[in-house]
């Protein structure tokens, strides 16, 4: 899979919402663009990262180190608040917004990137099934793996990261 | 300084800047100088690092204000 020389990345995907997307797409991407050959394994709630439509969701539930900028200042969230109807498309919206507004690129653009840098997509076959996830719903080029499979990626990966 | 190839990179955030630097690297010859126009201040530890790992030369890198301009050669 690799040559001897280049470096290789494993990352297991086990978040799905708006912000934790970010990471594992970032460091996918910027390895990949530095020489890396990267492996990701998509499990659990990191699945629906996999789907053709994307629909990722922020909130301010148990996010108690969340501090959205507002106002010149930080605001945090507290739990009452995820209560309220439309918190969370609303705490998404807001999410999105500071993401156009400062210029940082989109999950879906990640994504895209990421296929075109050639980055291994794997979709856990078992929370595919716990979850009756079907792999006609998912993008072009995902593979399917169990425990095995990504365990033989980590063994020859220099680095290997749990997100 | 004479460039191939210039990306207009500003507005962008991270890894935005690296990610199309490494798509337009790939299209110029070897040899060739990218010129990379940025205004994300992170870019300036980021092309560093990634000139430092994939082998290809800053040349230069240059801060006017709050604009960035790196000189990447390929190699």
């Keep these: 899979m690799s040559e001897s020389n280049a470096k290789s990345m494993s990352i297991i995907v086990t978040k799905g919402s708006l912000d934790w997307a970010y990471p594992p797409m970032i460091l996918g991407t910027t390895a990949a663009a530095m020489g890396v050959d990267v492996s990701m394994f998509f499990t659990f709630y990191g699945l629906p990262l996999l789907k053709k439509e994307l629909d990722l969701k922020l909130t301010t539930l148990g996010n108690p180190a969340m501090e959205m900028p507002m106002m010149g200042g930080h ?89 | ?51 430092r790992t994939t082998g290809h030369e800053l040349l230069e890198a240059n801060e006017e204000g709050d604009l960035y301009t790196f000189y990447i050669k390929k190699n």
């Design chain 2, 1 to 51: 300084m004479d460039a191939n190839s210039t990306l207009d990179a500003k507005g962008l955030n991270c890894p935005l800047p690296i990610l199309k630097a490494k798509k337009a690297l790939k299209a110029l010859e070897t040899g060739e100088v990218l010129e990379i126009i940025a205004t994300d201040p992170g870019s300036i530890p980021d092309f560093e690092a990634f000139c």
């Design chain 1, 75 to 163: 605001m945090a969230m507290p739990n009452i608040m995820a209560a309220l109807p439309g918190a969370t498309a609303g705490a998404t919206i807001m999410m999105k917004n500071m993401m156009k507004k400062k210029g940082v690129a989109s999950i879906e653009e990640l994504r895209e990137l990421a296929v075109e840098a050639d980055i291994e997509l794997i979709a856990c076959q078992m929370t595919m099934d716990l979850f009756e996830y079907n792999i006609d719903e998912m993008i072009d080029g995902v593979t399917l793996g169990g425990a095995a499979t990504y365990m033989e990626r980590a063994l020859k990966s220099d680095i290997n990261l749990f997100i």
